[in-house]
């Protein structure tokens, strides 16, 4: 699946993460979650603590 350069991500969480999920493979999901996504919420957290 391709977008042009011009398209903008969902600004909901939610309809981002629906939308890659139904672009890429789940491993390559859950790497990308376990790498990027989780990190940043746990940074998030200490922050907010």
């Known amino acids: 699946m391709g977008l042009p350069d011009s398209y903008a991500l969902p600004t909901s969480e939610v309809a ?9 493979a789940v491993p390559v999901v859950r790497a990308l979650a ?16």
Do not use: F
């Open 16 to 24: 981002a993460l629906k939308l890659m999920g139904d672009a890429v």
């Open 34 to 49: 376990d790498q990027i996504l989780r990190p940043l919420l746990e940074g998030a957290v200490r922050t907010a603590a």
